[in-house]
């Protein structure tokens, strides 16, 4: 399939994930929340990558933090992933980006397949499980099925589960997806950007990479037993940045032979060799969220020198959908490549 | 009475039923009869292996280095007293333990410690697990002898530097089934004879707790993953190498 055409079913079937999706808006990710600060690489950081922003200046960026739905309706208290999108801002106007999610990895390994897991995760009307069902899910010692979130009417869990169980590429995810939960705040959660992707070091050396996003404040998830509150993670996000900075450490996990390279659905082994690259540092809500945070379009394809996309390709596939959803939502074009 | 009243009057039984069951999946009724008839009744119906204990055989770099080793030894005297042997057992010997520690060069730390009448030895190194047990029996074997006539079964080893292959065998069996990273490889350990998935069958991925319940019932002592790792990927003579200690 042409690129171009698979990039509009890619973002026509993340839009039929949420029948209610405001025109105009993203597609998925559409609620969420603009921030400012810089970027500090760690001393060793130029070490292993030559890209500027790993060289030594601060660098200016900007982050979006956002629930993945993309329903206008906001549900800060259900468990889903969280979005972490991070501009860096280099010289000369031009810009990287890196894109991460609280989940560890994807649901599927190549675009075709991530078509037939959204069309299976097309939300469904929910209702709670019938007791005796549970009862029947306890004596099998299967955790029961959870009720409903209150008001709660659709849900796209039970469709993701069920292609899940016949997907096994899929099934890491889902299951990993099914403990999420949703963090007391955007800045107490670890963000993946998931994908690998090739840095070049000084000598010439290329090395395959992922990239993490790891809070100073620690992680730290809302009591799922409690009921959910819909809006708290911006205000949140407001009164932490007003009283002190909010910090992430970029780390990075350097692949060995063996690893899957160019495969999301599959978590590296967490005891990869990790790097320390860098300091976020986030001391800005700006005012104007439409310009700063809204009209701006993240892309994990936008690169510079020094940091180049692997095979995978579902990132080569993120590349041009990302592109074409900016078009059709009007949002700020940032040329591909400029340094 | 309409249909509507009906519903209305079911409805908020519904609910409370809901709420009753929620609570029992909590309640100390269930965790007995999840515990003591439910678990046992399914290790019968879908019986599991036991697994072997200790770090899984791999040929990547990463995963050979900071390895962990959890032996759970059971004492043969399971007083005072023969917890006091097993604590004079290692301190009488420290002078052989440090050196066969600087000599083998792959360990990060080890401990020993006793729970209950069992000495556990607890340590993280890196290569080979075999080499690993080779190297020190020829550096602390008669440490190794000293401890392991204290133990249960552990006699016929003695000397280990004589039986070195059995040895290594007995020590295997004696290292803690270490569940998987990755939750979902749980589907792959099934009952004894077919996985716990068959191919192109429907998994439902909430077996996933039944089939971690199960691997605890056959192998009750387990180690939470492969551990967690404060400087992963890097050996301790890379470590001795970089901090110029004159390794």
Redesign the interface.
Known sequence: MAERDMARHLVDAVIADSPDHKRGTRPAHTIGIGVKGHFRASPVARDWCVAEHFCGREVEASVRFSNSSGSPVQHDGWSDARGMATRFHLSGGGATDLLAMTLREFFSATPEDFLAFAQAAIPRPVE?PR?WR??A????????LP?PYPGQRTSSVGGS??Y???H?AS??A???A?FLGAPVSYARATYNAVHTFIVTAPDGTERYVRFFWQPAAGVEMVNPDLPPIDNYLQAELRDRIANWPVEFLLLMT?G????PLTDPTK?W??????INMGTLCLTEVPDDQQAHCEQLAFNPGRLTDGIAMSDDPVLIARKAAYELSRELRGGAACPFDAV | MSVRRRMNQLVPR?AS??D???S??KSRL?GWL?GHV??PY?ARKTPVHKQPGGARAT?????NV?RMMNLILPLKDKTAVGRAKAAMAIASNLDEIYAGLDNVGTVHFARFVIIENNMCMISCYDGDFSNYIRDFVAQLGTVFDSVIALIEDGEAMIPTRDNIDTFINWVHDRDVYQIP????EL?HYGTIGQPAVKSGE?????????AL?LQLHANPNALL?????GY???SAARIRDKMGFGW
Do not use: C
């Open positions: 709670p007791p549970k009862i899910d306890m004596l099998r010692l299967f955790p029961p009720d589960m069920a899940s169980g016949l096994s099934q890491l889902a299951f990993d099914s350097v060995e032979m063996g690893d978590a082994p967490l005891h990869r060799m990790r | 519904r039923l809901n009753l069951v929620n029992m999946s269930f999840a439910l678990v399914w040929v990547q770099p990463g995963d900071q990273d990755t939750a979902t589907l429907v998994a439902d991925l909430r077996l996933i707790a039944r319940i993953g492969s551990g967690y790792r992963p990927g890097i």
